[in-house]
């Protein structure tokens, strides 16, 4: 069956340095797979896509690269703070529907 | 900023009551979605509708039921409510083609006492 892991349940670093999460995914290869962030009690909040032919994306101080061969996604944020510090969650799609990974929870120390 | 609303914010309810989660969206998108999310642990689908008049369950087995009479419009209701139902309960709707992101409202936080 299908199976998505993201690295260890949570990750603390220090204020100013880059945050990298994993995503690996096993027994299929989707053509994209997008990032979120969840804070306690609120929904997840989209923040990247990225396709099978896009080796990597930026958007401000976040990079997502996609690698279909290692079957892995790493997601990083860079000169992190502590106000990135949430729940990142992977979503590859199923179908019409995502599926959400268990996602890694990031806590940025001052 | 997230167009998508969910009500009430938080409902702390006694077993046996019918209640109805209300969800609507503003931005006119045919597929919407109920999770169901216990406090630190992954999200599970429970329903989903990619348009008015359908409905489908999700991969989690759940107790409740939906509908999608409008396209705005995806309430979730349980019919006699149980402690086992105590969760947060989140909707998300997205546009119908292409890669779009779900965007997801504040969610139902529910207490069945």
């Known amino acids: 069956s299908q199976k998505i892991e993201q690295n260890s349940e949570a990750l603390n670093i220090q204020e100013g340095k880059t945050a990298t999460l994993t995503c690996n995914y096993t027994?299929?290869?989707?053509?994209?797979l997008q990032w979120y962030r969840q804070d306690p009690g609120r929904g997840p909040v989209f923040l990247l896509l990225?396709?099978?032919?896009?080796k990597e994306k930026r958007k401000e101080r976040l990079k997502v690269t996609f690698d279909t061969t290692l079957k892995q996604s790493l997601f990083h944020i860079t000169a992190s703070q502590p106000a990135d510090s949430a729940t990142y969650l992977c979503?590859?799609?199923?179908?019409?529907?995502?599926?959400f990974g268990p996602g890694t929870r990031l806590s940025v120390l001052p | 900023e997230a167009d998508i609303y969910q009500t009430p914010r938080y409902l702390v309810i006694g077993t046996g009551k019918k209640i109805t989660l209300e969800c609507s969206q503003t931005?006119?998108?045919?597929?919407m979605y109920w999770y169901q999310q216990d406090p630190g642990m992954e999200l599970h689908l429970i329903h989903y509708?990619?348009?008015?008049?359908?409905?489908e369950k999700g991969d989690l087995s759940s107790e409740s039921t939906v509908s999608r009479i409008r396209t705005e419009h995806f309430p979730l209701t349980l019919e006699s409510a149980r402690p086992s139902h105590t969760s947060q309960y989140l909707c998300?709707?997205?546009?119908?083609?292409?890669?779009?992101?779900?965007?997801f409202g504040s969610g139902t936080r529910l207490t069945v006492v």
């Open positions: 998300a709707s997205r546009r119908g083609q292409g890669y779009s992101g779900y965007t």
């Open positions: 027994n299929y290869s989707p053509a994209y």
């Open positions: 990225i396709r099978e032919n896009e």
């Open positions: 979503a590859p799609p199923d179908g019409q529907n995502f599926v």
């Open positions: 931005m006119g998108h045919d597929k």
């Open positions: 509708s990619y348009g008015v008049n359908s409905t």
